[in-house]
């Protein structure tokens, strides 16, 4: 892949998670990480994010849903907050995201994933917009 790909992932990512985040992550780079980190900016942020069958705002839902099925709680609270803070999803966007991940990935899964996102409304100050 060239420099442009990688460039191109950058973007993205910046645009979906956050300058902050992606600084941070930047901040902790090591020759042991940078490989990898080069590779998910290329591949995932890039060849994937960027693929033009799937907007953006649903990518977001499609991931929140897997860290619900996964049981990845950090990075499911990476993506809500990304994806509430730029305005690509709403509360309610995520309220129907996690109604839909009681059926498919179980209640309990759910039932966590409702607490982890109130937190994050709460910090956003967006509790009382979820109906």
């Avoid at 966007?93 to 937190?119: M, R, T, W």
């Amino acid at each position: 892949m060239s420099r442009d790909d990688y460039d191109k992932g950058m973007a993205t990512r910046r645009k979906v998670l956050g300058e902050a985040w992606v600084n941070r992550a930047n901040a902790g780079r090591t020759p042991f990480n940078e490989e990898f980190q080069e590779l998910i900016t290329r591949y995932a942020w890039n060849e994937i994010w960027n693929r033009p069958a799937i907007a953006h705002p649903v990518r977001r839902m499609i991931v929140i849903a897997q860290m619900v099925a996964l049981g990845h709680w950090e990075e499911f609270q990476l993506h809500v907050r990304a994806a509430l803070q730029s305005g690509d999803l709403k509360p309610d966007d995520v309220k129907e995201v996690l109604l839909q991940s009681a059926i498919y990935c179980g209640v309990p899964a759910a039932n966590h994933a409702f607490k982890e996102a109130k937190v994050i409304l709460d910090e956003l100050g967006m509790g009382a917009q979820a109906r």
